[in-house]
């Protein structure tokens, strides 16, 4: 099997994961778990429980403890979605070439399908804490999700990206938007598997330098995309970063470099993830599949 | 002291330990951070943490480890606070006397208050696996408080009342949102006292079921109230559920009977608590102090 298949199957097991924690869409709220479900089965890459259970298998995990949070950092990533795309954020009616949750929903019902997938992932996590009553790794992985995710991560991104719309961005508040807006789910990601699999405290620390890395090349990759990609490939029109007046790599720093950036970005993270005594193949190939990703 | 002095004396040691739990303002995410200190420090009765506090020292919990649950606790209610008052959702402009989160930061940054509100309150209850790593009555509390803040819980209660805006609603329909929406987190944090100061499950359950009944008469009495009630007792203008054609207790069952319910579901609340060996007086004064609050 080439890496393009060996990838095609593996996404697929993870899929399958994280569909079994999927809420039942049963009750008086059940228009609420159609709406986190519709966006929740809307496609992607499942990019981040993929890293996980990588880095799992990188560090010798071999277990199911892994299973609950790989299905909450995808919940987590479609919160972030479907709270990006509403009329007081992005605006943004299609996504994987699907309407968005606020245009099939409503406002009121996107947000707390939103806020219903954000908890959900503390319900699907804790999970973990049944099975294995008693584990500190489970509650350090439990820390890392959540600080990742939140003011000092993923949501505090949000907030100065959103606050910046239609600004000068200096170099180092750029860089700071995308550590925190794309690289803390994938440091989170990469931190989570090592630390369920049982790995020191320093081998977590490297794991999170070269998954920062990894969200960063992959923002760039994302930002050439949008100017060289087309509606076909991308499953939502490009040049929107233009037309929003959004500054990007690409805008700060022009195309080439922003090409040039993306490979020395992600050579690095491939020399980090070397310097260690274990090794995942498959691990060190998605990596450098990222950087080259046409979509 | 008198009932009224020793609540104003404890309301404020439960505050003054909310506090020292909210982030610092700085950071280019320093506007997110302002935005949730807004409206942690708006004022509030803090009665979810003041039961779970006194749950606590109910089942004779005597130490720390129930402070970042009492703190995230009141995060998620005010999460819930900042989103209920949303345009898109009950639009309102003015809680407690003061501008609404939107009003003053906009929509955008009031969607991410309440998001970083939402996922503070689990980091913030994470803390606990770091002075008490191991002890699985952390990770059995955390597993409470997700569930009865998702979608079998409040925001489960929330979806319904926002799809059943302007419809009739059946008795069952309306108890179950009541369940849901204000129940649930006043369940959360009766059990979660009970949890960390070591009740058994039995015990747990029979909190479950005295919190629910004091989460129904609060929320009715709060029906009361807005027909009764002014804008000064209030802090927001009175009579908001008849100008929304609001389903309520009071517009399904008359105020004389829903002023009955309140004292019937209370009464029954205390007579369950008294069925313990366990006994806290201040509690259940407190139980009794809820139904006949004028604010």
New interface residues.
């Given amino acids: 099997m080439n890496f393009s298949e060996e990838l095609t199957k593996r996404t697929g097991e993870v899929q399958e994961i994280i569909y079994r924690y999927l ?1 039942e869409e049963k ?3 059940k ?3 159609s709406a ?1 479900n519709y966006s929740m089965t809307a496609g992607g890459k499942r990019l981040r429980p993929l890293l996980m259970q990588e880095t799992y298998r990188l560090f010798g995990g071999a277990g199911k403890t892994v299973e609950p949070f790989m299905a909450a950092i995808e919940m987590i990533h479609t ?1 972030s979605l479907i ?1 990006d795309d ?1 009329p ?2 992005d605006n943004d009616e299609y996504r994987r070439g699907k309407k968005t949750t606020h245009v099939v929903y ?4 996107a ?2 399908a ?3 997938l ?3 992932a ?2 699907t996590a ?1 999970r973990a ?2 099975t294995e ?4 790794d ?3 992985a ?2 890392v ?3 990742k ?4 991560g993923m ?6 990206d ?2 910046s719309v239609g600004q000068p961005l200096s170099p180092d ?1 750029l860089d ?2 995308y550590r ?1 807006k794309t690289s803390a789910l994938i440091e989170a990601s990469m931190m989570i598997g090592a630390v369920l699999a049982g790995a020191g405290e320093e081998k977590v620390k490297l794991m999170e330098r070269v998954a920062q890395d990894v969200g960063l090349a992959f923002q760039i990759q994302d930002d050439i995309l949008d100017v060289t990609g087309s509606c076909e490939t991308l499953g939502k029109p490009g040049g929107s970063d233009e037309r929003n007046h959004k500054t990007t790599y690409v805008t700060v720093k022009g195309l080439e470099k922003a090409q040039e950036e993306v490979k020395d970005i992600s050579n690095r993270a491939l020399e980090t993830l070397g310097s260690l005594n274990e090794k995942n193949i498959f691990l060190e190939e998605l990596i450098r599949a990222l950087t080259t990703r046409e979509s």
Same sequence: chains 1, 2.
């Fill in positions: 809420p009750g008086y709220q228009t609420l778990l986190m919160h709270h509403l007081a954020m409503g406002e009121a019902m947000i707390l939103g806020d219903g954000l908890n959900f503390y319900e804790c804490f049944l009553p008693g584990n500190p489970v509650g350090r439990m820390a999700l959540a600080e995710t939140g003011v000092g949501i505090g991104g949000q907030s100065v959103v606050e508040k700071f938007i925190l």
